[in-house]
């Protein structure tokens, strides 16, 4: 399939290697200040672009390639804000667009273990709960948006837990049943995600190690593989099913 790649960065680098591996066509490639690319014949001929870039820029690159005519995987985390208005584009508007916080395989496993474990844990109120996140000191979003989807089911299975806040937001008026989130920002990490569950007599921890960044790339080809010739708006549920 003919594919245009939104970003051409350390993602946008290895999703050409893996698209190309699986006999796909980079037909256009656009970084910043490319903007013009977006009405070129080479980018409309795209059966759908992939989108990895930066919080500020996703939603104006969603806009301009729906405007052309194709459609959006994106991996750009930290836009969510404006979620509600490219759902509205793809339900109403017919417009596909298919999103995943995290695309490699593992950490969706994880996202599974994560659910199971958080509705478990409901039931034993003696654990306080709190996770971890490491990434690259590149990174501008703070917590990673896979660690807002890890959040985000513990509040929705856990009965003590009413949100989750970053560690450094932490004030003396922030309530105790926030699920408390640290960030690190280290060298070159890919990406560490902890789940702790500590009392009194011991700690119970889930971690999920990526060891480069191929997992993630691999999984937005697959999702731009599923995602051609769909309508609406997809995640890696509609691609993997219920884990
Ligand atoms: N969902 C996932 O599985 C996953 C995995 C890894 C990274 N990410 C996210 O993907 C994004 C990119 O990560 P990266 O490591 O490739 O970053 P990067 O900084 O290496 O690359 C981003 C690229 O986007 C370009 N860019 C910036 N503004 C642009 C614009 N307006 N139009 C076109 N290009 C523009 C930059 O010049 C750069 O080349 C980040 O938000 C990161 O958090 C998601």
Do not use: Q
């Amino acid at each position: 399939m003919k594919i245009a790649l939104i970003g051409y960065g350390k993602m946008g680098h290895e999703i050409e290697k893996i698209a190309r591996e699986r006999g796909h066509e980079i037909v256009c490639t656009i970084d910043i200040n490319e903007e013009e690319k977006f009405s070129s014949d080479s980018f409309k001929s795209a059966d759908v672009a992939i989108e990895f870039t930066s919080p500020k820029s996703a939603l104006s690159n969603y806009t301009n390639a729906f405007k052309a005519g194709v459609p959006v995987v994106s991996g750009t985390t930290g836009w969510l804000e404006h979620l509600d208005e490219i759902k509205s584009e793809c339900d109403n508007n017919g417009k596909t667009f298919f999103y995943a916080s995290n695309f490699s395989l593992g950490v969706n496993i994880f996202f599974a273990l994560n659910n199971y474990l958080s509705k478990l844990m409901n039931l034993f109120p003696d654990y306080v709960i709190s996770m971890e996140e490491t990434h690259h000191i590149h990174k501008l979003d703070a917590p990673s948006g896979t660690a807002i989807t890890l959040a985000e089911d513990i509040v929705s299975n856990v009965d003590r837990i009413n949100g989750w806040v970053l560690e450094e937001n932490i004030t003396t008026d922030t309530p105790d049943n926030k699920l408390k989130v640290k960030s690190f920002r280290e060298g070159e990490v890919p990406g560490i995600h902890t789940v702790i569950y500590e009392s009194e007599a011991d700690t119970i921890k889930i971690t999920h190690d990526a060891k480069s960044r191929s997992g993630f790339a691999l999984g937005a080809v697959l999702a731009a593989e599923f995602t051609k010739g769909k309508k609406g708006f997809l995640g890696m549920k509609d691609m993997l099913g219920d884990l």
